[in-house]
Each structure stands twice: as structure tokens, then as C-alpha cells.
């Protein structure tokens, strides 16, 4: 019972702690801007002295460095030379991995082999070239058990044609076979129905995708750009290995 009781006021202690940090990082960002400042936690960095912040803009969440007495911030990637990891990155990718975790099956559109041994998330425009490319050789993803998992990300914006297209897309009765036909450029009739297209685009904002198709791994790791099966394969089992 003491054990609890210690453990409780140490917990309490953390917390009180972590609160004090933020409000202190959250009052020396409100100096560089009027907007509000949403910082959802700050810790300690690998390098001593430096706190790593984790602001979310509305958009999703986005990681900066400040010094600890709160003078100076630092817009940038630690790298640690000694085991050749990029720090920044590794703590991206887990933030879109959570990110991605809340996007239900029930609201992607899937394209899935029998025998799947990865997945990607693909974040895609309808209109957008690459992105037609890549769904055109769909079968040699799966072919080589790369299951593909589509959110829409329409680049002009929610009131755009891309975005219409994409809405009909998934109010179709047979969404696959939608997508496949509006890729190769067959213009559908439009449909409208309740859809998670705005919330897919949200999403890509908050993994900071900037440009389609853009390929994030189950880890979270974002692969801007197309990349043929055969490449994306030997990219997929390099991350896995690692």
C-alpha cells in the first residue's frame, strides 16, 4: 500500500512537472505569434540543453526544439551521427503512425492481396498523374504482397473537382472497381452521400503530405513521390530489416 501511495505522489509530481513545461514554452512561442499555441508535450531531446516540443497547428502536430530557458527555437532535425539515425524523423513517424491508427478499414478503400506481407497507406488525387501511374500497376503491388490502402487527398482543395471525384469515387456501389475506372480517366457520373473524403484530406495534412501520391508505411514513415512495386518492395523489406 505505501508502494502506491509513493508511486501516486511521484506520478503527481510528473504530471504537475510536464504542465509547468508546457505553459512555460507555451508563453515564449506566444512571442513569435498571435495564434494559439497548442503544445502537447515537451520533453527532453537527446541533446543537453534542448527540449523537444510537440505543437499541434490545427492541421496535425509538428515538432520543434527550444532551448530550456525558453530563448531560442530551433526549426530543424537532430541526427545522431554515432548510430546514424535521424531522431526527427523517427518521432514524426510515430506521430503519423498514431495518426493513421484513427483512420477505421471501414473508411480507406483497399486494394489487398491474398497472401499480404506489407501495407502501405496511400494518400491519393484522382486528377493527380503519378498518382494514375501507380494505380495502374495496382496488380504488381499485390502480385508482390504489398497491400495498398487508399485515403484521398484531392491537392486543389475541398471545394474542388478533384474532391467531387473523389466523393464519387466512394459513393459508388463498387468502390474498387470506381476508383480504377475515374484513375484511367473515365469521367462518372457524379454521386454524393455522407463521405470521409474531407477527413482523409485532414488527415494528410496532419502527416504533412504535401503532394500526391504520397506513401506512408504501417510505421509511419512518409515516401513522398511514385515508386514502381518492384522499388517499393525493396524499400519496404529495408525498413523492416533495419
Known sequence: MKILIILSFLATGIIAHADEMKEKYTDALKKLTSQNIDIKSATKSAVPGIVELVVDSGRGSEVFYISEDGNYLINGTIFDIANRQDITEIKKSGLRKDLLAGVEEAQRINFYPENMTHRVTVFTDIDCGYCRKLHSEIQ????????????FFPRAG????????AATVWCSEDQQSAMTL????????KKTCDNPVENHYN???GAGVTGTPAIITDNGQLMPGYL???????????LASQ
Open 140 to 151: 504488381g503491388y499485390n502480385d508482390l504482397g504489398i497491400g495498398v490502402s487508399y485515403l
Open 203 to 205: 488527415a494528410g495534412l
Open 158 to 165: 475541398l471545394k474542388s473537382a478533384s474532391f467531387d471525384k
Open 182 to 189: 475515374s484513375k484511367a480517366g473515365e469521367e462518372l457520373d
Open 228 to 238: 514502381p512495386p518492384a522499388s517499393l518492395k525493396q524499400r519496404l523489406e529495408m
